[in-house]
C-alpha cells in the first residue's frame, strides 16, 4: 500500500521537497520526475508532466495532518488516510522518503514552512521606550543602547542601558570635567546571569574606543597586583578595566582574610576614583625602598570600571562592615530584571550618530605626527547653566536625608550628587561636544538615572547582605516567599509545592555551614 502525503512546498534550488507529515524527500535517479517548479495549482515535473493541487491552501493541508497525527494514522506509515488528496506521491512518481526522526528535525521542518520574522527575539517601540527616557532621548545614547541589543543574542535592556553610560563615560573622561573638580569615569557594575550578551557587549565597547583611537584606554580584564593597576593609569589616566565575573573580585579583596596584595588592590580601586584633581600616589613597596623615590604622583587619575557578575555573585561578596567602606557607593549597579528571548545577532555596524560622535572625539583629542598617534591632555570645563546650582544643592540635601534614613545602608546615597554630576557630564556632552554649560534637562536626567540605579542598590543591600549564613538563608526564604506573594496568578500551591521543596533543599545543603557558624559563634 502506497503512503498518501500532502505537497507543502518544494526548493528546486537544493532539490528537496517537504511534505505535510513533516518529512523530507531528495531528489532521485529519475530525473523524469524532477519537480521543476510549482503555483497555487500545480506542481511541475521535468519531464512536462503536471500534478493538480487544488484549492487548498497550506495552512489547511496542515490542519488536515494534524488531525489525522492526532488520531493516530501515521504511527504505521503504510496505513495512512487522506480525505482531502491533493497530490498521491509514492516511491516510483517521487523521491527518496525520509521521516524526521527527532524533535531538532521536527522543529527545522516546522521553521522551513514558518521561518522566523527578521526581527524575531527584538523588543517593541514600547519595550525600549522607558530606557529610551532614563537616557533623556538623547540620540547618541539612545544609538549605542540600540545597537547593543541588535548586536547581542539575548535582549537585556539593563545591559544595554549600562553598556551606553559605561562607554561614553569612558570615552569623555579626563576630556571633560565639572568646574575642573571632576570628571566622568564611573565604575558600573551589570548583575545578570550568563550567557545574556555580556562579552558581545564588551567587545562593541573595545570597537568604540577602538574607533576613537583610545587602544591605550583598554585596561587589563583582571586585577593582579595594586602595581600593576597603577602602571597602567599611569600609561594613561584614563584608563576602562572591563571585568567579568566582578563579584569574584570583590569577594576576594573585600574578604577580612584577604592578602596584602588584595588590600592594596582594595586602596587603589577606592583612591582612583576621586583622584582626578588630587592624584593617586601608588603604594609604597617598603620603608625605605629606592622605589619609593619613583613613586611619582599619577597626576589626573580618573579610570573607569565597567564588570559584570551574577547578583548572587555579587551580594555575597558584601557584608554590613564592607557596606560601609565606601566601595559599594562608588558603584553604579544595575541588575538585569528583563531576559527577553534567545536570538541571533544582527552584526549591524555602529550607528551613524554614534560613529560621528567617536569620529569628532577621534578628530578633536588625537594628532598625527610623523606618523605616530599624539593624544592631547587638554581637558574642557563644563560649568553650571541655569539653575543646575540649584538643582545640584536640592540633590545634595537628598543625599543628606537618605543617609540619615538608616543607620546601616543609608551609606549607600553618600556619594549621590557626585555621581549625578558625573552622569550629567556624559549626557551633556553627547548631546551637545561643543557645551560649555551643564543644562537643566540633562543634569534632572542624570539625578533621575543615578537615583534609579542607587535605589536598587539600597534595596538589594538590605534584602541580600548578610553577616552570616544563618541570615543569608533566613534571606533567601523570605525572597522566595515574597514573590510567591507578587505572583499575580495567586496560586499558593506553589509555595506547598515546588518553593517549599526548594527552601528544604537549601536548608538540608546548608546546615553543615550553619553549624559551622554557631560554633564558631559559640567560640
Not at 28 to 56: A, L, N, T
Not at 170 to 199: C, Q
Not at 327 to 336: C, H, K, S, T, Y
Not at 486 to 499: H, I, M, P, R
Request: charged share 25%; glycine share 6%.
Amino acid at each position: 500500500m502506497s503512503m498518501e502525503i500532502y505537497v507543502v512546498c518544494h526548493d528546486e534550488d537544493v532539490g528537496t521537497t517537504y511534505y505535510s507529515d513533516g518529512s523530507i524527500s531528495f531528489r532521485q535517479e529519475d530525473e523524469s520526475r524532477i519537480i521543476v517548479g510549482s503555483d497555487s495549482d500545480f506542481i511541475y515535473y521535468k519531464d512536462g508532466s503536471h500534478s493538480f493541487i487544488g484549492e487548498r491552501t497550506p495552512d489547511e493541508l496542515m490542519a488536515d495532518f494534524e488531525y489525522y497525527a492526532r488520531h493516530g494514522y501515521f504511527d504505521d506509515p503504510e496505513v495512512v488516510e487522506q480525505k482531502y488528496p491533493s497530490v498521491t506521491l509514492n516511491s516510483t512518481t517521487c523521491f527518496n522518503n525520509y521521516t524526521p526522526k527527532t524533535e531538532l528535525d521536527k522543529m527545522v521542518g516546522d521553521l522551513i514552512i514558518n521561518p522566523l520574522d527578521d526581527n524575531y527575539g527584538m523588543p517593541s517601540y514600547d519595550e525600549v521606550k522607558p530606557y529610551h527616557k532614563l537616557l533623556n532621548n538623547n540620540p547618541v545614547l539612545t544609538g549605542l543602547f540600540d545597537w547593543q541589543i541588535e548586536n547581542t543574542r539575548t535582549y537585556c535592556p539593563e545591559l544595554a542601558l549600562a553598556f551606553s553610560v559605561a562607554s561614553m563615560a569612558s570615552l569623555i573622561s579626563g576630556r571633560w570635567s565639572y568646574k575642573g573638580t571632576l570628571t566622568s569615569n564611573l565604575y558600573i557594575a551589570v548583575l545578570a546571569p550568563t550567557s545574556v550578551g555580556k562579552t558581545q557587549t564588551m567587545d562593541l565597547f573595545s570597537k568604540i574606543l577602538q574607533d576613537s583611537g583610545d587602544e591605550n584606554r583598554i585596561g587589563a580584564d583582571n586585577f593582579k597586583s595594586e602595581g600593576g593597576m597603577s602602571k597602567e593609569v599611569a600609561e594613561n589616566a584614563a584608563k576602562t578595566f572591563m571585568l567579568d565575573e566582578l563579584g569574584f573580585l570583590i569577594a576576594r579583596i573585600m574578604s577580612p582574610k584577604a592578602s596584602q596584595t588584595d588590600t592594596q588592590i582594595q586602596r587603589a580601586i577606592l583612591k582612583m576614583f576621586t583622584a582626578f584633581n588630587s592624584g593617586y600616589s601608588p603604594e609604597a613597596k617598603s620603608a625605605n625602598s629606592d622605589n619609593n623615590k619613583n613613586n611619582s604622583v599619577i597626576k589626573n587619575a580618573c579610570p573607569s570600571i565597567f564588570g559584570v557578575s551574577t547578583p548572587d555573585v555579587f551580594w555575597s561578596a558584601f557584608s554590613s562592615r564592607e557596606a560601609g567602606t565606601g566601595f559599594l557607593n562608588r558603584m553604579v549597579v544595575i541588575e538585569a530584571k528583563t531576559i527577553g528571548k534567545r536570538k541571533e545577532p544582527k552584526n549591524s555596524p555602529m550607528p551613524i550618530n554614534v560613529g560621528e560622535f567617536v569620529s569628532s572625539i577621534y578628530m578633536r583629542f588625537n594628532t598625527v605626527e610623523s606618523g605616530r598617534l599624539f593624544i592631547s591632555n587638554d581637558c574642557k570645563t563644563l560649568i553650571d547653566g541655569v539653575n543646575v546650582d540649584k538643582l545640584f544643592q536640592s540633590v545634595t540635601k537628598i543625599e543628606e536625608d537618605l543617609i540619615l534614613s538608616d543607620d546601616k545602608y543609608g551609606c549607600v546615597y553618600a556619594r549621590l550628587a557626585e555621581l549625578t554630576k558625573r552622569v550629567a557630564i556624559v549626557f551633556q556632552v553627547t548631546s551637545n561636544i561643543n557645551s560649555t554649560h551643564i543644562e537643566y534637562d540633562n543634569a534632572q536626567a542624570a539625578y533621575d538615572f543615578v537615583r534609579f540605579c542607587l535605589d536598587y542598590s539600597y534595596s538589594s543591600a538590605v534584602n541580600s547582605i548578610k553577616d552570616s549564613n544563618i541570615e543569608r538563608l533566613q534571606g533567601e526564604v523570605i525572597k522566595a516567599i515574597n514573590e510567591i506573594k507578587s505572583d499575580k496568578s495567586g496560586n499558593a500551591q506553589n509555595y506547598d509545592g515546588v518553593t517549599g521543596k526548594w527552601i528544604r533543599e537549601r536548608m538540608l545543603k546548608r546546615k553543615s555551614s550553619i553549624n559551622n557558624d554557631k560554633e564558631s559563634d559559640a567560640a
